[in-house]
């Protein structure tokens, strides 16, 4: 969905057209949903972002967080020292910088940056989709080389990891038991 926002003050203001999965919540809140790992939640209301893990908490995740709000810092959109870890589980958030100038709205420009965040991202995460992918691939249809037909497998004496004649139980060494 594409997304206008007008910068500026109406004489000069800029027009800068966005492509995000976004949704806007009952308070007004902005949700991106573009990012592989985090959500993103912008409040105009109480002048923050947050981001939340989409699955489970992990290393990716909070890699990504961080990553996030490092890029939002470096950009001048968020205030250093409110970066801290949210009310909800493994979720980060961070207080926007207050716009000097009249005509320029901070969540304006937050989105902006959090949308080239997202692009500076995308070939990460769709790299990691790829190789899962690629993965679950390998694994239901695998090559000729590593794979064999039903009934093909050469027959020999000794086969699998579980020898006749040894004895197994959970208070002694495995034995060669003869009869």
Same mark, same amino acid.
């Given at each position: 969905m594409a997304i206008v926002i007008k910068v500026g003050a109406p004489p000069a203001e800029k027009t800068v057209t966005l492509e995000l999965q976004l949704r806007k919540s009952i308070a007004g809140d902005l949700m991106v949903f573009d990012?592989?790992?985090?959500?993103?939640?912008?409040?105009? $209301?109480?002048? +923050?972002? %947050? $981001?939340?893990? +989409?699955? %489970?908490?992990?290393?990716?995740?909070?890699?990504?967080?961080?990553?996030?709000?490092?890029f939002l810092k470096k950009k001048g959109v968020v205030i250093p020292e409110s970066i801290q870890a949210g009310a909800f589980g493994g979720s980060m958030e961070a207080m926007l910088e207050t716009p000097v100038s009249e005509g320029v709205s901070a969540p304006k420009m937050a989105l902006i940056n959090v949308s080239k965040f997202?692009?500076?991202?995308?070939?990460?995460?769709?790299?990691?989709?790829?190789?899962?992918?690629?993965t679950d691939d390998e694994l239901l249809h695998p090559d000729k080389a590593d794979s064999t037909e039903l009934g093909d497998v050469p027959q020999s004496t000794d086969q699998g990891s579980i020898r006749p004649g040894f004895i197994r139980d959970p208070y002694s060494l495995s034995y060669l038991y003869t009869i």
């Open positions: 990012h592989g790992d985090i959500d993103i939640v912008l409040s105009p $209301a109480k002048n +923050k972002v %947050t $981001a939340f893990p +989409k699955e %489970t908490m992990s290393d990716l995740v909070y890699g990504a967080q961080n990553r996030l709000f490092a997202i692009d500076d991202e995308r070939p990460y995460f769709e790299n990691t989709e790829a190789i899962i992918s690629m």
